[in-house]
């Protein structure tokens, strides 16, 4: 089972957080359930969503405050993690 966590982050720690999330996913070995998705917001800040699986810590993540999966929003943008797991989901969001 995923757990969730968001944030909205500025142009410059996002960076930052995909950084970590990405050698983390790597780390664990690419788990299905861990996703890193992005939600459109104002251009100077970004909302962030991670996607842990159970017994993997969000300690990396300052900020970042639990989600439930019922608060999800419906559009988002995949950054790190499985399209099919993804598209399970969520839907992009339309151009």
């Known amino acids: 089972m995923t757990h969730w966590a968001d944030k909205i982050v ?3 720690e996002w960076d930052l957080v995909k ?3 990405e050698k983390q996913f790597e780390a664990l070995g ?3 359930d ?4 992005a939600v459109e917001g104002q251009a100077d800040a970004t909302r962030l ?3 842990l699986p159970d017994g993997i810590s969000s ?16 559009t988002a ?3 790190v993690g499985h399209q099919d797991r993804f598209e399970e989901l969520f839907e ?4």
């Open 77 to 79: 943008s995949l950054q």
């Open 30 to 32: 690419s788990p299905r």
């Open 34 to 37: 861990m996703m890193l998705v």
């Open 19 to 21: 950084d970590t999330f």
């Open 59 to 74: 300690s990396p993540y300052d900020g970042f405050v639990v989600l439930s999966g019922d608060s999800l929003p419906r």
């Open 10 to 12: 500025s142009n410059t």
């Open 92 to 95: 992009y969001p339309n151009p």
């Open 49 to 51: 969503i991670i996607g």
